[in-house]
Nanobody, 115 residues
């Protein structure tokens, strides 16, 4: 079992920045991919970014050039630096970790971007 706890969400004006953190605990030694998805009201959950165990990263087109994902494997923590935020980035952001074929999810953290 893997437990994930996110932090760092909040309210920010358009153009501002936020940094999300997600710490994993429990059986962490089998975690390979960690990442972030988001879900806006009335919309489906969508992948934002993911980071492989050895440093590979992937981003959704709508965040390329604005968001950066990083991992600290020693701390079992993944981060999402979000710059140049837009009102359409408003959503609940969920951290996830893949371990032995299972996806584990955090409880989510709200990000609200005002215009």
């Amino acid at each position: 079992q893997v437990q994930l706890v996110e932090s760092g969400g909040g309210l920010v004006q358009a153009g501002g920045s936020l940094r999300l953190s997600c710490a994993a605990s429990g059986t962490t030694f089998n975690i390979n991919t960690m990442g972030w998805s988001r879900q806006a009201p009335g919309k489906q959950r969508e992948l934002v970014a993911r980071a492989g165990e050895f440093g590979s990263t992937n981003y959704a087109d709508f965040v390329k050039g604005r968001f950066t994902i990083s991992r600290d494997n020693a701390k079992n923590t993944v981060y999402l630096q979000m710059n140049s935020l837009k009102p359409e980035d408003t959503a609940v952001y969920y951290c996830y970790a893949n371990s032995v074929g299972w996806d584990y999810w955090g409880q989510g953290t709200q990000v609200t971007v005002s215009s």
